[in-house]
C-alpha cells in the first residue's frame, strides 16, 4: 500500500467513524469530520498532509512517478 492509498483510506475510516459518533453520541464529533474534509482541501493544494508523515513513518513508501 502506497501513502497516498493509506491517507485516502484513513481519511475515509475517520469520516464515518466521525459520522456514525455524532449519529449515536453527540453531533459535536461532526467538527471531526470538518477537520478531515479540510485536511483534504489543504493537501490538494499543498500536497502536504500531516496523516503522509505519519503514514511514512509507519513504512508506507510514496507511489513512484510513474503510477502518479
Same mark, same amino acid.
Given at each position: ?5 493509506? #491517507?485516502? $483510506?484513513? +481519511?475515509? *475510516?475517520?469520516?464515518? @467513524? ?8 453527540? %453531533?459535536?464529533? #461532526?467538527? $471531526?469530520? +470538518?477537520? *478531515?474534509?479540510?485536511? @483534504? ?8 498532509? %500531516?496523516?503522509?508523515?505519519? $503514514? ?13
Amino acid at each position: 500500500m502506497t501513502v497516498e492509498r493509506g #491517507l485516502r $483510506l484513513m +481519511a475515509g *475510516v475517520v469520516v464515518l @467513524l466521525s459520522l456514525a459518533l455524532a449519529h449515536y453520541f453527540s %453531533p459535536n464529533w #461532526l467538527w $471531526l469530520t +470538518a477537520f *478531515v474534509g479540510l485536511n @483534504l482541501l489543504q493537501s490538494a493544494f499543498t500536497n502536504w498532509c %500531516p496523516g503522509m508523515m505519519i $503514514l511514512r513513518g509507519l513504512g508506507l513508501k510514496d507511489a513512484s512517478p510513474a503510477a502518479k
